[in-house]
């Protein structure tokens, strides 16, 4: 039984886009079926290689998403975190690991300068001598020094934490390709089996959030923590060619899909997302 389930849903990942459309041939699939004396029996054979493949699916989702992030989290609190804040603190000079960290730790300085004199001038403080002021501000910046260095710290644990994750990641993706094939086909049949509607405003939402006039604000919200993750520095020349370069190239292969692939499977779906798009 189980040796059928994997024959069956091993047919349903490998299936050929032809030249009738997908939503044609189950149409008369089901009509064909209906007209089987054995259709109830094929009925729960389905039902049972649709169940499989779900809690497979599920499964295995799980195992990707929370085994690179439960190693990911472990090495950092028992291997990562005591190494490299030995080797870091080991010198008392290292406190940024790239200019991007100096001018927003002089910035953070500056205000703290500014809103002391702006709160002495307005009364909220009492006027203090420069030696209180100097004091004030060695102490800010030595809680300064001790944050950036802290996130100079973290940015190194974070590229060696993670990359252990996708070594991880990789090493389920090739370990368990049946699975992976398992799941490919359930998303598969998941998106091929929603309605036109559902697949033009999912289509829509998608380009609306990534390629949209309004993408480019949160591209470079994600770009900036990405770079920080990693200690890189936050170079604006580079966002803004990532931010004009990379949502045309991700539409491009967006229109390419829809124009090689969704056309020939649901072009009713591509005629709705259109009429929806206008």
């Given at each position: 039984m189980?040796y ?13 886009t032809?030249i009738?459309?997908r939503s044609?041939?189950?149409?008369f699939?089901?009509?064909k079926?209906e ?42 609190i ?8 030995y ?7 290292h406190i ?10 002089f ?15 307005i ?20 809680e ?9 710290a ?5 590229i ?6 996708i ?8 370990i368990?390709k ?12 998941s ?15 998608f ?9 480019p ?17 936050e170079s604006?020349?580079?966002?803004f060619?990532?931010i004009?370069?990379f ?12 124009f ?5 499977i649901s ?9 929806m798009?206008?």
């Open positions: 189980k059928w389930n994997l024959k069956k849903i091993n047919q349903l990942t490998f299936e050929k032809g009738i459309p044609m041939s189950k149409l699939n089901k009509f079926q007209l089987n004396p054995n259709s109830e029996v094929d009925a729960l054979e389905e039902f049972k290689v649709a169940r499989y493949q779900t809690l497979t699916s599920i499964k295995y989702v799980i195992k990707l998403l929370i085994m690179p992030i439960l190693i990911n989290q472990m090495s950092k028992f291997f990562l975190n005591p190494l490299i804040n080797c870091w603190n080991k010198s008392s000079t940024f690991i790239n200019h991007s960290q100096e001018e927003r730790a910035a953070d300085l500056q205000r703290f300068e500014e809103k002391l004199h702006f709160d002495i001038l009364g909220k403080l009492e006027s203090l001598s420069i030696e209180n002021i100097e004091k004030k501000m060695s102490d800010k910046a030595l300064i020094a001790a944050e950036y260095s802290n996130e100079s973290n940015a190194i644990k974070n060696l934490a993670d990359f252990i994750s070594i991880i990641f990789t090493l389920i993706l090739i368990n049946r699975q992976f094939s398992i799941l490919k086909s359930f998303i598969n049949e998106i091929y089996g929603l309605s036109d509607t559902a697949k033009a405003f999912l289509i829509i939402l380009t609306d959030i990534f390629v949209g006039f309004h993408s604000h949160g591209w470079e919200i994600i770009i900036e923590v990405i770079l920080r993750h990693f200690g890189l520095p604006r020349d580079f966002i060619i990532f004009s370069t949502p045309v190239i991700l539409d491009t292969i967006f229109k390419y899909w829809i090689r692939y969704l056309n020939k072009p009713s779906a591509v005629a709705t997302y259109h009429n798009n206008e």
